[in-house]
């Protein structure tokens, strides 16, 4: 599986913006995915996921009721919504899906596969 993360750009503070992430492969359905950012100087944090089908949908408490995930697997493609947008939210932000196991959705460890990484500035 390739993902293609896209959609990033320099907003002012209380912007917007909807990122989207497109992946290749048949089997795109079956997989959980995530969003993932990082800052300059800091770790790689967990933003959001969502389950295979849609159904459930899991967030960092940072972006609770600020950011939207959403997957349409008729196209391939998973999207994160940002809205209420803060300097504090500036990162690379990746996309990541998992195959169909168990383990945290919070974990960048139980990611199987990468984005490339699209940037988000955010100024105050």
């Known amino acids: 599986v390739q993902l293609q993360a896209s959609g990033g750009g320099l907003v002012q503070a209380g912007g917007s913006l909807r990122l989207s992430c497109a992946a290749s492969g048949r089997t795109f359905s079956s997989y959980a995915m995530g969003w993932f950012r990082q800052a300059p100087g800091r770790e790689r944090e967990f933003v959001a996921a969502?389950?295979?089908?849609?159904?459930?949908?899991y967030y960092a408490d940072s972006v609770k009721g600020r950011f939207t995930i959403s997957r349409d697997n008729a196209k391939n493609t998973v999207y994160l919504q940002m809205n209420s947008l803060k300097p504090e939210d500036t990162a690379l932000y990746y996309c990541?899906?998992?195959?169909?196991?168990?383990?945290?959705?919070?974990?960048?460890?139980?990611?199987?596969?990468w984005g490339q990484g699209t940037q988000v500035t955010v100024s105050s």
């Open positions: 969502i389950n295979w089908s849609g159904s459930s949908t």
């Open positions: 990541a899906g998992r195959g169909p196991h168990s383990g945290s959705y919070y974990s960048s460890y139980e990611y199987d596969y």
